[in-house]
């Protein structure tokens, strides 16, 4: 017997991503649930690598860019608000703003990262630092380096514990959570008028976010009627040294 169960937010995807938005919308007394098929995080939140960086330069777009520097400014405060609740004020989450520095090996490396700040119109908080400088804070840095862009600000974040106080902190904010797979997105005149979930179970919600990353692909094949995937993942690697 299929049941339904309606809310005011349905997220497909129980990441970090899908667990911040939940987090931000249980401010407003909302009636949400997160659907997730795997154990929450598992598939991508607790394989990346939790980088909190401010790479501009790379992005091109003004729009995203601004974008992209407003969250980086916003991310200590969202962090600190979740940290310092009764559920979570003795818990590590696993932030740490270590600062992060860019080695610099020609003069013109220098300049290209200084034009491309200039052309953004955005003055992160950095400096230029001497080959010494850069020797006493890395001593086994390369003494082939000219010096080093330094950004104090930037750092790093333990993704399966910062997932774990997430979900932790929606837990105390009665954010429900549905273990199973989306099987379909019924689409009724242009909009979305419910999910039917693997389990049988029927969601309808007055707004619905997709935010399972490239498992979103079947999904979207099927709304959309096309064979390739629109959402591509991206492999990347990190070592952490001690």
Not at 55 to 77: I, M, R, T
Not at 179 to 189: C, G, M
Request: hydrophobic share 40%; proline share 2%.
């Amino acid at each position: 017997m299929t049941s339904k169960q309606v809310y005011d937010v349905a997220i497909i995807g129980g990441g970090i991503i899908g667990n911040s938005i939940a987090a931000h919308l249980a401010e407003e007394n909302l009636k949400i649930v997160i659907i997730d098929p795997n154990n929450l995080g598992l598939a991508a939140s607790k394989a990346a690598a939790g980088m909190f960086q401010l790479q501009l330069s790379e992005l091109g777009n003004k729009e995203l860019v601004d974008f992209c520097h407003e969250s980086f400014l916003y991310f200590p405060k969202f962090y600190e608000k979740i940290k310092s609740t009764k559920v979570l004020e003795n818990i590590d989450m696993g932030f740490r703003q270590t600062g992060s520095i860019y080695l610099a090996f020609k003069e013109t490396e220098i300049k290209e990262r200084e034009n491309e700040y200039n052309e953004l119109k955005i003055k992160p908080d950095l400096s230029f630092l001497k080959k010494e400088d850069v020797l006493s804070l890395e001593p086994e840095v390369s003494t082939s380096i000219l010096g080093a862009f330094h950004y104090p600000k930037e750092g790093y974040i333990n993704n399966p514990k910062f997932l774990k106080g997430l979900i932790s902190y929606c837990q105390w904010k009665n954010i429900t959570y549905m273990e199973s797979k989306v099987d379909e997105i019924i689409i009724d005149k242009s909009n979305i008028k419910s999910l039917a979930l693997e389990n049988g179970q029927i969601i309808n919600a007055k707004k619905y976010v997709l935010c399972n990353g490239a498992w979103a692909n079947g999904l979207l094949k099927r709304i959309y009627d096309i064979e390739q995937n629109l959402i591509i993942g991206v492999k990347g690697e990190i070592i952490q040294l001690h």
